[in-house]
């Protein structure tokens, strides 16, 4: 109610400070406690101070007695406490804001001391690591130098050890000089001495030793003559009783007859027993492998002998992985032959031709297996070799393999090393005479043997053996298909056979071994049957490398890989070499071409 008093009723916007009115103002008692008071200004406003306004408390009584009488008094009063309540709790609110401002201050002061103390322990950790490294720094430059000082006195207790080893060798070795020149020394001395103790004793028993030879030599002369009389003597007395007595005569020209004629038989009957012994008792030197019995190979390995003899007929495409028409077209020769020996016909004569490691030494042994014959493998590197005894091993070759009662199935593998064209100037003299005596040994069809032909580059064949040939199958290198049934085939026999045999070092990890076949299918194109069989013996032989035995994927495609660029790397090779052999003959028929132009 103050704005019934004529004062102004805005609240402070602040606590007020009431100190001041806490105490009366000094002097207020009458006195000064300092003895001597204030001065005039200060009294007057003091009195000033505690002066009352009479006029505005008659003005706010006026207004009260007014407002009484009014009718509406109650209700100015009750909406003055009203908004007086609401300007303490705007007061209060104040306050409360003041007091959390305070608070605020405060944990904004906390987290400033805060940021300062982790920066002072951070600007200490960072000088605690430099005075550190700086410390591991000094410690290494000494260790260093340690070393060096180290490795320095090293050098030179060697380069000290290196002058006295030197000096010692040095000392020995003129030694050793000098105990060489005086035995020398000695030993021509011994030798002077010797020599002349000899010529000395020489000189004085020369005429005795010129006696001692007359008298050896008179002696012998003696001995011959009497030799050559008794021995004319006694040859002639006999020739004289033989002319005159004819039964002896005869008798002894009969004795001498029959003597040349026994030894000249049993020479020759020698001879045609260890050729007959030799046809069928053992095996031609040509012949690398056979499965023909033979009585030498069984003493030298019985159990294969047996193994052989107890073997059946099989398939002859059985492990054999090829291309669908190519396997159809081997069939189909495979049954021929077969019915051909059991129908006792005359066999054909067979090429097969195409890059190495396809399968066809393989066939080969299947086909005679399957057809009921005997197989014997020749090399045809092993012929050029033998020179002028060649054509003797041909013929050996043929009168063994004709002499077979269940016949022979003839392969001869890289048959282009002793096959190519007469007219080459490659080829020898001996090599001719040894092309020649197979051609006259392969003129007819046999109903004994069966002629089966491998070769890597049969355009070299002389056009006679080509002649010879009644059919040519070529063995191309597997395609995708053949190249998964290859892998699926080798990782079977080389990886899980022996894995669930149980008696192995062998364990095969946890994978999809499928999809991984399919995979390395696409990744071997161009590789040969020989080199995925070589991958599957590589599989093998890291698991036995490893620790465990465990096969993993990653050993099986890292050895993949490997085989890829092994293969990539022989490749290369080839066509290097080919590119050198194409150099080198163009570069020797340029000079005839030059010479023929010269003649012209």
């Known amino acids: 109610m103050s704005w019934l008093f004529g004062i102004r009723s805005d609240p402070p916007s602040a606590p007020a400070d009431f100190s001041q009115f806490a105490q009366p103002p000094a002097g207020a008692d009458g006195g000064s406690s300092g003895g001597g008071g204030g001065s ?3 009294e007057k406003r003091r009195m000033e101070a505690y002066r009352f306004d009479s006029a505005a408390l008659e003005r706010a009584a006026q207004a009260a007695r007014e407002l009484e009488k009014s009718k509406h008094a109650k209700e100015a009063l009750e909406l003055t406490k009203l908004q007086e309540a609401t300007r303490q709790a705007e ?8 007091d959390v401002h305070i608070e605020q201050s405060k944990i904004q002061q906390k987290q400033i001391e805060g940021e300062e103390k982790r920066k002072s322990l951070q600007e200490e950790t960072k000088q605690h690591q430099m005075r550190a490294q700086y410390q591991d720094q000094l410690a290494r430059k000494r260790y260093d130098d340690q070393l060096l000082q180290q490795q320095r006195m090293n050098e030179e207790n060697l380069r000290r050890q290196e002058e006295s080893v030197a000096k010692q060798e040095a000392m020995r070795k003129e030694t050793i000089a000098q105990e060489l020149e005086m035995r020398s020394k000695l ?48 040859l002639g007395s006999g020739a004289k009783i033989l002319l005159e007595d004819w039964d002896k005569m005869l008798a002894a020209a009969g004795g001498l007859t029959l003597i040349a ?27 690398r492998e056979t499965s023909r019995f033979s009585f030498l190979e069984s003493l030298k390995h019985p159990i294969n002998t047996v193994k052989s003899i107890r073997s059946k007929s099989s398939d002859a495409l059985s492990g054999v992985i090829l291309a669908p028409t190519l396997e159809e077209r081997l ?3 495979a049954i021929a032959t077969k019915n051909t020996k059991r129908n006792r016909g005359m066999f054909r004569n067979i090429l097969m031709h195409g890059p190495p490691g396809t399968g066809k030494t393989m066939f080969a ?25 060649g054509v003797t091993a041909i013929h050996k070759v043929f009168d063994w393999a004709s002499s077979s009662r269940r016949g022979l199935l003839l392969f001869v593998d890289e048959a282009d090393a002793f096959l190519r064209k007469r007219s080459s100037e490659h080829i020898s003299e001996n090599l001719r005479a040894t092309l020649n005596a197979f051609l006259y040994r392969t003129g007819e069809q046999s109903d004994k043997f069966m002629l089966v032909l491998a070769s890597n580059t049969p355009e070299q064949f002389d056009w006679a053996v080509n002649d010879r040939l009644d059919e040519m199958v070529e063995f191309d290198l597997p395609g995708l298909e053949e190249r998964e049934r290859l892998i699926r085939l080798y990782f079977d026999k080389f990886v899980l056979q022996p894995a669930t045999a149980g008696h192995k070092r062998l364990k095969v990890d946890q ?13 071997t194109e161009g590789m040969s049957g020989r080199e995925i069989a070589k991958l599957g013996v590589a599989w093998q032989a890291a698991a036995y490398a490893s620790e465990d035995g465990v096969l993993t994927q ?47």
């Open 331 to 333: 069939r189909d020769i």
């Open 365 to 389: 042994k299947k086909l005679a297996t399957h057809s009921g014959m005997d197989y014997a493998i020749l090399t045809g590197g092993d012929v050029a070799p033998m020179g002028k005894d």
């Open 261 to 287: 004629a026994g030894v000249y038989t049993a020479r020759s009957a020698t001879g045609v027993a260890a050729r007959y012994i030799e046809a069928r008792l053992g095996k031609p030197s040509l012949v």
């Open 554 to 600: 990653k050993m099986v495609m890292s050895r993949c890989h490997d085989a890829v660029k092994q293969h990539q790397q022989k490749v290369m090779w080839q066509s290097e070499q080919e590119k050198k052999e194409a150099r080198s003959i163009s570069s020797s028929s340029q000079p005839s071409t030059k010479s023929k132009v010269g003649k012209s």
């Open 187 to 234: 030993e021509m001395s011994k030798i002077e001495a010797e020599l002349r103790n000899k010529a000395k004793i020489d000189r004085e028993n020369h005429d005795l030793n010129l006696e001692k030879i007359r008298l050896k030599a008179a002696e012998q002369r003696q001995t011959v003559l009497e030799s050559i009389k008794t021995a004319g003597s006694v």
């Open 40 to 42: 005039k200004d200060d």
């Open 511 to 523: 994978f999809d071994y499928s999809s991984i076949c399919s995979e390395m299918a696409k990744l």
């Open 91 to 98: 007061f209060a609110a104040k306050v409360k804001e003041y």
